[in-house]
């Protein structure tokens, strides 16, 4: 996921919203969506919801090229209208364009924050929206939370034109990726690859090089990829997590994620490099 061009962010409502604004709308953590063919996904208008009889509380996240976009938390029982369906955000994956997809991704953390944040969570007091910002405040004890970012840490350890390469268990048969992990409280994320690649794997890193980010609403991550240099060790899977680790030649590659994943990119982005000796 992506901030895509041309979005510009907002929290306020403004005084008309137009009804061909991009509607959102979340039934637990399942999109409502047109579905006028087989294996065919359309992010419905505001109006469009509001003639199949769609309510729900309303959140405003900005405007896509000036088009406003919209959030709504939808009861558990809501009905899924005729010609819609309510699919999980893994669904759309290539199903509607970029842009559409980083702003479900988006509105879905927005809808979780709000679901997740009603109740004071120092004194129990009902909270209330900031008008100066996306966040909720405590009218009692002046709590203030702002929407929940957990911070996680992915890395793809190189030695000469090899790459490391693991299979957690609950990924499909033959497919591996980079290792990954949640930063501790307390932890810087250099830290923290260093802990979970010793932990998930048994090795020891040396230098390590920032790739990129990339949000990730399952439910509210945000992921950070680097390259680690192999510093020593052998593979010693923790048998919990990993399934099975091995170092891979950059010119024999197995399955990797599909190319949604920010895990995709840094595979084939660093295999390139060290194959063109850099």
Known sequence: MFTPNGFASAHAI???????????AFRDDRVLVL??????????????LAAAGVQGAPYFLGELEAV????????ADAAEPEGMRYV?????????????????????QIVDFERTHRFCGRCGTPTRARESERAKECPSCGLVAYPRVSPAMMALVVRDKEILLARAHRF??????????????????EDCIRREVREEVGVEVGKITYFESQAWPFPHSLMIAFVAEYAGG?????????????????????????????????????????????
């Open 88 to 108: 999980g955000l893994r669904t759309l994956f290539f199903k509607v364009p970029d842009a559409l997809l980083a702003l479900a991704a988006r509105a879905f």
């Open 14 to 24: 403004p005084g008309h919203l137009a009804g061909h604004a991009h509607a959102f």
């Open 234 to 278: 052998e593979i010693r899977c923790e048998d919990a997590e990993i399934a099975e680790a091995r170092w891979f030649s950059v010119y024999d590659m197995p399955k990797l994620p599909p190319s949604v994943s920010i895990a995709r990119r840094l595979i084939e982005a660093t295999a390139a490099r060290l194959r063109a000796g850099c």
């Open 35 to 48: 579905a006028p063919g087989e294996d065919q996904y359309v992010i419905p208008t505001r109006a469009a």
């Open 172 to 189: 499909a048969t033959g497919m591996f990726s980079a290792l990954a992990g949640f930063v501790e409280a307390g932890e810087t994320i």
């Open 68 to 75: 406003g976009c919209v959030a709504l938390d939808l009861p």
